[in-house]
Structure formats: structure tokens, C-alpha cells
């Protein structure tokens, strides 16, 4: 059986009619957050919908303006275009701006290559839909009686906690440069979060800092530099000063990034199998070094 490398999107309970539609009819959901990039998953999906077609159909909404916003489907839309197909298989439905933005966040957050800014946007986003439809009035205060707060919504959906979800939604307070530090494992999520509570000229002032040390800060740091902004005291030379320390809990720590690593290995390795194969050959050289101690 061929590998299926398509979503699949959430169904109503009743049969909805699949039409085939344009693609140059249809345009991307406005200011979505999932990125649609030309990957080895999506030259998989390019292929399967050579060989098969699309499994299944997007869902779409008529757009006031002419033709059809993507709502469910952007990779497929994406990758139907790249197989040369001039139609996609899909559902029309009338939905509001904020059903739309929940069905879209719903169907993206099944993937399981989502990476935190994505996730975090998309959490933001349903928070406020949400907001929207009267499931909560506020954001950030305690909600008392039996409705449910929007974090919580989200949280018993998706198998995270109420705090997660608020947590992630945080790093959409960072300036751009640091969300794609965030995505790109070079600033880790919990001190990013205590980051995203400065202001924006802090938060310049903090990547300053942090190529003038050559380094990010750990939570202790990032959670010293929170406190000094609060404080009225997160001064270009305060945060030099934080950001120059050194971290304890590092200075022994080797961090070796994936793509480092990824070179010298086959494509279809997984993370053990690398590190079995680093663990080996760190004993053999091991013994190498013991062997010619000995002569």
C-alpha cells in the first residue's frame, strides 16, 4: 500500500456534495499561519496525487470578492498545482470568519510537523475566534462560573494544559526576529516566553545583547531581564551585563544542531539510529586513544 501523506479534514455529520474547482479560482486563507513549503513530505504528496489524485477534498468558502478562500487543504491546493492539475476535489461550505478560522486551525494542528511559532499563531487565532462566538469575553482574567475559558477549550482539545496554550500564544508577542530564532531551536521556548513579556524596543535591545555575548539567554537570564523590564531597569548595558554571564548549567554542554548532523547520515535515519551510530563510534574511538595510551 503507498504511503497516504494527505490530512484528513474534519467531516460534518451530514454527506456534503465534492465538487471540482478551479485552482487559479481559489486563494490562500488570509494571514494563515501554517507554512506551505516545498519539502520532501511535499514532493510526497505531489506524487501521491499524480498516482492517485487528491483523497481528500479540500473545503473552501466563497469569497465575497470572487471565487474561493482556502480554508482546508493549502497543501494540497499547493501540491495539486505543482502536479499539473488544473482542478482539486472540494467542498463548499458558507462559513463565517471565525468558523472558518477554527476549522482552519483545526485541521493544520493534526499534522505532526508543526513547528511553535505555527502552533502559537494558530492558538491565537482560534483563542480570539473563539472570543468572537461569546465562548469568552476576555483573555487574560480568571473567568468565574461554568463557561469554559478559551485556553481551556483549547487545552482539552488538544491534550495540552490551559498554561501551554497561554505560554504559546505568548511568543506572538515577540518582534519577528526572535519567532524565527524560536522556530529555528536557537532560543529555547521557555526563556522566549519570558522574553515576549518586554517591549518591543527591549526585545531589539535583547538580540543586541545577545550578539554582542554570542549568546542566548538561559531561563534564569531571560526570567532577570523580565524582571528589569518591570522594574523600569532594562538598559542596553543592564542586559549586556545579564546576557555576558555565564550560565552554569551550560558550560559543560555540547549542542550539536540536527543539520549538523544530518550530513552524514542516510535520509530515512531516525534520531536513534544516529545516536547509535555516534555512541559506537565514540567507543571505538575510545579504545583507539586507550590502546595508543597503553603503548
Given amino acids: 500500500?503507498?504511503?497516504?501523506?494527505?490530512?484528513?479534514?474534519?467531516?460534518?455529520?451530514?454527506?456534503?456534495?465534492?465538487?471540482?474547482?478551479?485552482?487559479?479560482?481559489?486563494?490562500p486563507f488570509k494571514n494563515?499561519?501554517?507554512?506551505?513549503?516545498?519539502?520532501?513530505l511535499m514532493q510526497e504528496t505531489v506524487d501521491s496525487i499524480m498516482q492517485f489524485g487528491v483523497l481528500n477534498p479540500t473545503i473552501i468558502r466563497p469569497d465575497p470578492g470572487g471565487g474561493y478562500e482556502m480554508v482546508a487543504g493549502h497543501r494540497r491546493l499547493h501540491a495539486s498545482g505543482l502536479a499539473g492539475k488544473d482542478t482539486i476535489p472540494a467542498i463548499v461550505r458558507n462559513l463565517t470568519d471565525d468558523e472558518a478560522v477554527i476549522l482552519l486551525v483545526d485541521t493544520n494542528l493534526q499534522r505532526e510537523n508543526i513547528s511553535p511559532m505555527e502552533r502559537a499563531?494558530?492558538?491565537?487565532?482560534?483563542?480570539?475566534?473563539?472570543?468572537?462566538?461569546?465562548?469568552?469575553?476576555?483573555?487574560t482574567s480568571t473567568q468565574v462560573g461554568r463557561k469554559l475559558e478559551t485556553a481551556e477549550i483549547i487545552a482539552q482539545q488538544t491534550g495540552e494544559s490551559k498554561n501551554q496554550v497561554r505560554r504559546f500564544v505568548r511568543l506572538t508577542e515577540l518582534v519577528?526576529?526572535?519567532?524565527?530564532?524560536?522556530?529555528?531551536?536557537e532560543l529555547a521556548f521557555?526563556?522566549?516566553?519570558?522574553?515576549s513579556y518586554l517591549s518591543k524596543d527591549e526585545q531589539k535591545g535583547v538580540l543586541d545583547a545577545m550578539a554582542y555575548s554570542q549568546n542566548t539567554p538561559s531561563l534564569s537570564q531571560a526570567q532577570r531581564l523580565k524582571k528589569l523590564s518591570r522594574e523600569?531597569?532594562?538598559?542596553?548595558?543592564?542586559?549586556?551585563?545579564v546576557m555576558s554571564e555565564e550560565k552554569k548549567d551550560e558550560l559543560d554542554r555540547v549542542t550539536l544542531k540536527s543539520d549538523t548532523l544530518r550530513?552524514?547520515?542516510p535520509k530515512n535515519y531516525t534520531?536513534?539510529?544516529m545516536e547509535q551510530v555516534i555512541i559506537k563510534l565514540l567507543d571505538q574511538w575510545q579504545k583507539k586513544r586507550q590502546r595508543q595510551n597503553e603503548r
Fill in 1 to 27: 500500500m503507498p504511503k497516504k501523506t494527505e490530512p484528513k479534514d474534519t467531516q460534518s455529520t451530514q454527506p456534503e456534495q465534492v465538487q471540482q474547482v478551479r485552482i487559479s479560482d481559489i486563494h
Fill in 32 to 40: 494563515h499561519p501554517f507554512k506551505v513549503v516545498d519539502d520532501a
Fill in 121 to 139: 499563531q494558530a492558538y491565537k487565532m482560534k483563542m480570539e475566534a473563539l472570543k468572537h462566538q461569546g465562548q469568552r469575553t476576555d483573555l
Fill in 176 to 185: 519577528p526576529e526572535l519567532q524565527t530564532m524560536v522556530d529555528k531551536n
Fill in 190 to 195: 521557555n526563556p522566549a516566553v519570558e522574553i
Fill in 232 to 241: 523600569g531597569k532594562c538598559t542596553q548595558d543592564a542586559m549586556y551585563k
Fill in 263 to 265: 550530513k552524514y547520515f
Fill in 271 to 273: 534520531p536513534q539510529q
